[in-house]
């Protein structure tokens, strides 16, 4: 007998949505899957079973994340699809970060209403961040919530697990003075700073379907951008030139977040010369954001900051490129309290 119940629909919850939903995102999640996947969605656990060749001391690595009020540019814009390559991003570039190769991700989705064929398109986007970043989609959850969320409304969260080898982890530990700092250029805003950006533009359908010029494309095309995966990237010049410290540029900029890959009485000094600042970080700007909140909110243009001894960068730099990835030596680590330093 197939499960229903009419009073639970008339509080407003519809378990057959759920079921339709269930199966229209098989075939995204089924696009991801790698060796090691040993579940089919739907289960009450995702199971996974890790190939442990060439790793001598395994150690598992995990992270999770939410999309955060970027959301809210989806919702007006009516677009669903790529919000879950952020979630992703999120979540595997942290793991990367660490050293570790992610290998599973589970999606959380908390709905208003639930509408399968929007929640398949949501759960589209989380596969193919997913497929960027090599990892399965070893299950989720899509909870209907009336009440709590708005009908049209929703929310994304996701959790990644990685595993690298003890002995080859990314910990900071060798950073040195000296060290050459490498910034990767981001595909944009990423995930954050949401809250300003809606504040700085005032954002309505209507603004968000305005084209700009200087970006040559519309406002919500480019705030919608999707989070750059560098997870491939990443393990390709890991298994090529020893990294010492890498940084995901997330919320809180470059002043949170570089400081976090440091050990020891260091401080990363980043010269704004050499940052390729985008188009939509100037426009930002120019509404009457101060610079150093610009570089404690936003990426700037640089969604990873990575150190390495100063006679790899180049070959570093070389790597990344051969990756399809656009890298700048931006500065260097040089004795001192441990921070930060911009000029």
């Known amino acids: 007998m197939e499960s229903f119940s009419k009073s639970y629909k008339d509080a407003g919850v519809d378990v057959t949505a759920g079921y339709k939903s269930v199966e229209l995102i098989k075939s995204h999640v089924e696009r991801t899957r790698i060796p090691g996947v040993m579940s089919a969605i739907g289960g009450f656990g995702g199971m996974f079973a890790p190939d442990m060749t060439g790793i001598a001391n395994p150690v598992l690595v995990s992270g999770t994340d939410g999309v955060g009020t970027k959301l809210k540019i989806a919702f007006l814009m009516d677009k669903h699809d790529t919000v879950g390559i952020d979630c992703v ?48 989609l070893v299950g989720g959850e899509t909870a209907e919530m009336p009440g709590f969320y708005p009908v049209d409304e929703y929310d994304l969260a996701g959790f990644c697990v990685g595993m690298g080898d003890r002995d080859k982890l990314v910990d900071g530990k060798n950073l040195r003075a000296g060290d050459a700092l490498i910034g990767v250029e981001s595909s944009g805003l990423h995930s954050n700073g949401f809250s300003l950006v809606r504040k700085v533009f005032r954002i309505s359908e209507e603004r968000l379907n305005l084209h700009m010029n200087d ?58 010369s050499k940052v390729p600042v985008k188009p939509i970080f100037k426009i930002i700007q120019n509404e009457g954001i101060p610079e150093r909140d610009m570089f404690n909110t ?20 070389r790597i990344l490129e051969s990756c399809g990835e656009k890298a700048h030596i931006i500065g260097e680590m040089k004795q001192g309290e441990k921070g930060i330093e911009i000029c």
């Open 89 to 136: 991003a999120m979540c595997v570039n942290d793991v990367a970060c660490s050293g570790a190769k992610p290998l599973f991700f589970l999606d959380y989705v908390a709905v208003g209403k639930n509408i399968p064929e929007k929640v398949e398109q949501i759960v589209k986007g989380v596969a193919e961040g997913c497929v960027q970043a090599g990892c399965a």
């Open 215 to 272: 970006l040559g494309k519309t406002l919500g095309e480019e705030l919608l951008t999707p989070t750059k995966i560098y997870v491939k990237p990443l393990l390709e010049l890991m298994s090529k030139v020893d990294v010492h410290a890498i940084s995901h540029i997330t919320g809180g900029g470059f002043y949170e977040n570089i400081p976090r890959m440091i050990e020891g009485d260091l401080t990363a000094v980043i010269e704004k």
């Open 298 to 317: 936003f990426n700037m243009g640089i969604g990873l900051c990575i150190a390495v001894a100063p006679d790899k960068a180049d070959e570093a730099v």
